[in-house]
């Protein structure tokens, strides 16, 4: 009964490729993020998506795509990763309406070598 | 934009005592602000969340304190247990946009 579930927990990967993550949430929220967490801890957005629209896109490099298929799925696919890509990447998902939390998944460790 | 401050970034208190953080914001038109919690591994877990038109909040342990005026809010968390150590987030609802703001975690370590 995971409220926000990420796919895969772990990907190893080298530089060059490309890759997806994958991102559910079964709490019938309307609007879904991205977020990335480096080395040091900070938590920065890099995306959301409100019923399928894209509504926030932070200064994030074009070889990140997020895409939508519907408001319960977000997936973020990453072209030519490069080494600085490396970090945790975290789904959430919200219901904006209500003005509560952001519900986190539990991350994917992204690791380009 | 929204930008939050927090402080400090690391804290180490012996069981028993009390932990503060604190945060400050920049938008005044924010008006929610959650506090997460995160452990080695996991995603951030909200422990208590504070609305700008509260002044104060109590869970158990755990307290928020706002003051809208200095745009500042700070988490206490009273009579520590080893479990409380982890990094914990403040952090601020862009009144004007979808964005939640994190200020850049305060790591406490709670000693035995």
């Known amino acids: 009964d995971t409220a926000v579930s990420q796919t895969p927990k772990y990907l190893v990967t080298q530089m060059g490729n490309d890759k997806s993550i994958k991102c559910e949430q079964n709490?019938?929220?309307?609007?879904m993020y991205w977020y990335k967490q480096d080395s040091k801890k900070f938590l920065k957005i890099m995306f959301s998506?409100?019923?399928?629209?894209?509504?926030i896109n932070e200064t994030v490099p074009n070889r990140f795509s997020p895409k939508s298929p519907d408001k319960a799925h977000l997936n973020l696919h990453i072209n030519s990763l490069e080494l600085g890509d490396s970090a945790v990447y975290f789904c959430a998902s919200s219901q904006v309406t209500l003005n509560t939390e952001a519900f986190f998944g539990q991350g994917t460790r992204l690791t380009v070598v | 934009g929204e930008n939050v401050e927090q402080h400090p970034s690391t804290l180490s208190v012996q069981e028993g005592d009390s932990a503060v953080i604190k945060c400050t914001y920049s938008?005044?038109?924010?008006?929610?602000f959650p506090w997460y919690k995160q452990e080695l591994g996991k995603g951030p877990q909200l422990i208590i969340d504070i609305r700008s038109n509260v002044g104060e909040k109590k869970d158990q342990r755990i307290a928020v304190t706002l003051n809208k005026t200095a745009k500042h809010f700070s988490l206490h968390i009273t009579e520590t247990q080893p479990e409380d150590s982890a990094v914990y987030f403040c952090?601020?609802?862009?009144?004007?946009?979808?964005?939640?703001?994190f200020g850049t975690g305060t790591r406490l370590k709670v000693l035995a």
């Open positions: 998506y409100n019923n399928k629209e894209l509504i």
């Open positions: 952090a601020a609802r862009d009144g004007g946009t979808y964005k939640y703001i």
């Open positions: 709490l019938g929220h309307d609007t």
């Open positions: 938008d005044s038109a924010s008006n929610y």
